[in-house]
């Protein structure tokens, strides 16, 4: 499937090695998301948000959904650009069957960015990334992973239960952005944008 994704704001497959068996990508030389805004305090961090969005608008577009998407799991290209990676639990979906990894009755999340229904059992979807990216906005807009420091059984069960991160970051982490990460955010998955609505959201703030 990473082989034939091809954009400026996903990583490309660019080969692998037999022995040992390694899958080969571009250098990213500004490291992960997280990493790259923990050391830069004057990143572009809207340009960054409108990197990750384009990229999942074409990913869903092309009918993946990523699964495990987090601020380590995006690289930082020089010059700056971001870039999904790691789509090792991603699921292909064609007219409502869905062609996924043989890991999939094992699947693996990041809690702290996963939505609430996949950590009640439900499957990864379009909507459970676009909440996950609601996580990765607190991420660059607070430079801190979401639910910082608490046990991760309370973050799941507090995650269920409805409740979010605060919304306390840089300066630029505007009233329209937090409208935004909110709405990404809703409890109910039918209730979030879907990814070509929030570029469009994003498009109108940046102009």
């Known amino acids: 499937m990473w082989k034939y994704l091809e ?5 490309s497959l660019r080969g692998v090695t037999m022995n040992p068996p390694r899958l080969i990508s571009d250098w990213m030389p500004n490291g992960n998301l997280s990493n790259y ?7 572009d961090r809207l340009g960054l948000i409108s990197d990750i969005v384009e990229g999942f608008k074409y ?3 092309r009918d993946v959904i990523h699964g495990d998407i987090k601020g380590l799991n995006i690289l ?14 991603s699921i ?11 890991t999939d009755q094992s699947m693996i999340f990041t809690l702290r960015w996963a939505a609430p229904e996949v950590l009640q059992g439900g499957n990864p979807s ?4 676009v909440y996950s990216f609601a996580m990765v906005m607190i991420e660059v807009f607070t430079g801190a992973f979401p639910f910082n420091g608490r046990e991760l059984p309370v973050t799941a069960a507090a995650i269920i239960g409805g409740e979010r991160p605060p919304l306390v970051g840089h300066a630029t982490f505007t009233p329209n952005l937090q409208e935004l990460t909110q709405n990404c955010w809703r409890q109910d998955a039918d209730e979030r944008p879907e990814m070509s609505e929030i570029a469009q959201v994003l498009a109108n703030i940046i102009h």
Do not use: E, Y
């Open 76 to 89: 930082v290209d020089n010059p700056v650009r971001a870039r999904i990676a790691d789509f090792g639990i």
């Open 92 to 102: 292909v979906t064609r007219n409502d069957n869905s062609l996924r990894p043989a």
């Open 7 to 11: 954009h400026p704001n996903i990583l």
């Open 126 to 129: 379009k909507k459970s990334d």
């Open 59 to 61: 990913l869903h577009s």
């Open 37 to 43: 805004i923990g050391n830069n305090a004057n990143a």
